[in-house]
């Protein structure tokens, strides 16, 4: 069997984006390989964070899990701070790494952009993302397209130093990047992504949101001044990304909403797509509210914990002893 690594930071609470784009992936694999879905805490203090709110988040994010659909008896569900093999072999790739492979990552360029100085731990964050998957011997990881060039350093690292060593250290693991289709964009600004850290609430859409937040940010909504329901990503990308935000909840294809639509205004299409998102959301929300209170919660994360670190303390084991580091 196969088996599925993948994390989410709990930067905030998750939007559509993540469900559409992540989540509903994750559900799907869990059937077909050995899954491990990770709360990565650690990657989230690369930006300060209020330390009550992180550890809320961190329950929030593995309730969601849950909420969406994530079974803990089939598949893992942790906290990356609670295993401790994952900052050890981070510092471990770190030491197999360059400066320069890293201050090519785009996502550290994009983040670090005009400061003279940046936080450390965003330039070293795809170690620590690279030590996640290698703990775990993964075969598969997925995420969106953005996290295309971690998982390639990943794959290099593993391929380094296996070549180093002459030997299998890491199971060199391979991307399931998302379709295009599934990049939500910020409803107040189409041509960025929706994100969880944005500072705009109606930017997004989160899986937590009351049906009146769901209806006000759709209303909210940028589109254009040509009031005319079509599919056109590069000229109209704000009415593109609610249609395809249509589409994902309705199972509707671009050209049934284009006909269902045609000679209506945006008013009729917006509302109807406050009924369909909210139909999709609100059982997420309600079966969250369940969730985050129960015992079931706590026992997952513990069950969660103990089988990964059983991988994770085999994997780390195996390294220090190709290193050399500690003794017999
Ligand atoms: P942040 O605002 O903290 O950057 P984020 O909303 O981008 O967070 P991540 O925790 O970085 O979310 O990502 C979780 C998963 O969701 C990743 O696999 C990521 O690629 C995916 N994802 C994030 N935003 C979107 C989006 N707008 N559309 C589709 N997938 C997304
Ligand atoms: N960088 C990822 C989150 C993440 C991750 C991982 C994803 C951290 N560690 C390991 C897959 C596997 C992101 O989506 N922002």
């Known amino acids: 069997m196969k088996r599925v690594f993948s994390g989410v930071q709990p930067t905030g609470n998750l939007h559509i984006g993540n469900y559409l784009g992540a989540l509903k992936q994750f559900v799907e694999l869990q059937d077909e390989a050995e899954c491990f879905y990770c709360v990565v805490d650690q990657h989230a203090i690369t930006l300060p964070q209020d330390p009550k709110e992180l550890r809320e988040h ?38 197999s790494s360059y400066t320069g492979e890293l201050s090519r990552m785009t996502q550290f360029k994009d983040k670090a952009k005009g400061k003279e100085s940046a936080p450390t731990g965003l330039f070293t964050y795809p170690l620590l993302m690279a030590a996640d998957i290698l703990l775990y011997d993964a075969d598969i990881v997925p995420v969106g397209n953005d996290q295309k060039q971690h998982i390639e350093l990943t794959r290099d690292l593993a391929i380094r130093i296996n070549n180093r060593f002459d030997k299998k250290v890491f199971v060199v693991p391979e991307g399931r990047f998302m379709r295009e289709g599934t990049r939500v964009m910020a409803l107040d ?16 859409i989160s899986l937590l949101d009351e049906d009146s937040k769901i209806k006000k940010s759709i209303m909210k909504a940028t589109t254009d001044s040509e009031a005319i329901v079509r599919y056109d990503i590069e000229n109209k990308p704000g009415i593109s990304n609610l249609m395809d935000i249509y589409g994902a909840f309705s199972g509707k294809t671009h050209e049934e909403i284009e006909k269902m639509y045609d000679g209506h205004g945006y008013g009729d299409f917006k509302k109807d797509l406050v009924e369909v998102a909210i139909d999709g959301i609100r059982p997420i929300r309600e079966k969250f509210n369940e969730i985050r209170k129960s015992q079931e919660l706590l026992s997952a994360l513990d069950q969660g914990r103990e089988r990964a670190q059983t991988i994770a303390d085999k994997t780390l084991k195996r390294v220090y002893e190709t290193f050399g580091l500690g003794r017999k």
């Open 189 to 204: 600004e189409p041509t960025k992504k929706m994100s969880k850290s944005a500072e705009n609430p109606h930017s997004r």
């Open 58 to 95: 961190n329950l929030d994010i593995a309730a969601l899990y849950m909420a969406v659909g994530i079974d803990p008896s089939k598949s893992s569900i942790f906290i990356q701070s609670e295993v401790q093999a994952h900052a050890a072999l981070s510092w471990v790739l770190t030491c």
